[in-house]
């Protein structure tokens, strides 16, 4: 069964930086990481889960437009692991942020939540003035 275990969340002080690392374990021989389309997901406090980026194994990434320039979405397949480099936070990012990902079909167009098939558990992001 595959997992995702997010990490590198916390507090921060508007303005400032924070890089979540999200990293994959229990995957099949047949299906490695880079045949799987991953995504950041977030959920601000008393809102919805909303998409943040999804990124493909050839390294082709999409973002929601409020974070497009701020936010860098990478991955090391070697490593199983995939990365969000989160710049220049505001308020508005503080949400519990999550990492998923499903094998097979087109990146790009997957933006909701049941385009995808594995979820981690969520870290928590805390942006203070």
């Known amino acids: 069964q595959v997992q995702l275990v997010e990490s590198g969340g916390g507090s921060v002080q508007a303005g400032g930086s924070l890089r979540l690392s999200c990293t994959a374990s229990?995957?099949?021989?047949?299906?490695?990481?880079?045949?799987?389309?991953m995504g950041w997901f977030r959920q601000p406090p008393g809102q919805e889960r909303a998409w943040v980026a999804t990124?493909?194994?050839?390294?082709?990434?999409y973002y929601v437009a409020s974070v497009k320039g701020r936010f860098t979405f990478s991955r090391d397949d070697a490593k199983n692991t995939a990365y969000l480099q989160m710049n220049n936070l505001t308020l508005e990012d503080t949400a519990m942020y999550y990492c998923?990902?499903?094998?097979?079909?087109?990146?790009?167009?997957?933006?909701?939540?049941?385009?995808?098939?594995?979820w981690g558990q969520g870290i928590q992001v805390t942006v203070s003035s």
């Open positions: 229990g995957l099949h021989p047949d299906f490695p990481l880079t045949r799987a389309c």
């Open positions: 990124a493909s194994s050839a390294d082709s990434t």
């Open positions: 998923t990902a499903v094998f097979g079909g087109f990146c790009h167009t997957r933006t909701r939540q049941d385009d995808f098939t594995y």
